[in-house]
C-alpha cells in the first residue's frame, strides 16, 4: 500500500494543494489534492475527470464544493462526487488518517 505523509500546516485553513505519492521514478508519481475544508482533511484525485488538468488552482466554496478553473465542473469535498458537469465521473476518494501534526493518506 502506497502512503503519502505531510505535515498539516502545509495544508492551510481552506486550501487545496496538490502532492503526489511516493514512486520509485518520477514519472510514476500519482498526484493526490488535499484539502483542508470546515477543519477536516480531504484527500481527492488531484485531475479533473472531464479533461485531465490540475484541480489545484480551482476553488473551494464555503458549502464544500470544488469548482474546476478549467471548464467549470464541480466536485464533493468530502466524497468526490460530480455535482455539476461536463465531468461525468467522480474523483477518487483516499483514506485519511491525522496521527499528530502528520498527514497520511493511502490508497
Same mark, same amino acid.
Given at each position: 500500500?502506497?502512503?503519502?505523509?505531510?505535515?498539516?500546516?502545509?495544508?492551510?485553513?481552506?486550501?487545496?494543494? *496538490?502532492?503526489? $505519492?511516493?514512486? #520509485?521514478?518520477?514519472?510514476?508519481?500519482? @498526484?493526490?489534492?488535499?484539502?483542508? +475544508? &470546515?477543519?477536516?482533511?480531504?484527500?481527492?484525485?488531484?485531475?479533473?475527470?472531464?479533461?485531465?488538468?490540475?484541480? *489545484?488552482?480551482? $476553488?473551494?466554496? #464555503?458549502?464544500?464544493?470544488?469548482?474546476? @478553473?478549467?471548464?467549470?465542473?464541480? +466536485? &464533493?469535498?468530502?466524497?468526490?462526487?460530480?455535482?455539476?458537469?461536463?465531468?461525468?465521473?467522480?474523483?477518487?476518494?483516499?483514506?485519511?488518517?491525522?496521527?499528530?501534526?502528520?498527514?497520511?493518506?493511502?490508497?
Amino acid at each position: 500500500m502506497t502512503c503519502l505523509k505531510v505535515k498539516s500546516k502545509e495544508i492551510p485553513k481552506n486550501s487545496m494543494v *496538490e502532492f503526489y $505519492f511516493p514512486a #520509485e521514478r518520477p514519472w510514476e508519481r500519482k @498526484p493526490v489534492l488535499l484539502i483542508n +475544508f &470546515d477543519e477536516e482533511i480531504y484527500a481527492l484525485e488531484a485531475f479533473c475527470t472531464h479533461n485531465g488538468l490540475s484541480l *489545484e488552482d480551482g $476553488f473551494l466554496t #464555503e458549502d464544500g464544493r470544488i469548482v474546476c @478553473p478549467w471548464h467549470g465542473s464541480v +466536485f &464533493d469535498v468530502k466524497t468526490g462526487k460530480v455535482l455539476d458537469g461536463p465531468a461525468k465521473r467522480d474523483l477518487k476518494k483516499y483514506n485519511v488518517k491525522i496521527e499528530g501534526e502528520e498527514v497520511i493518506v493511502s490508497e
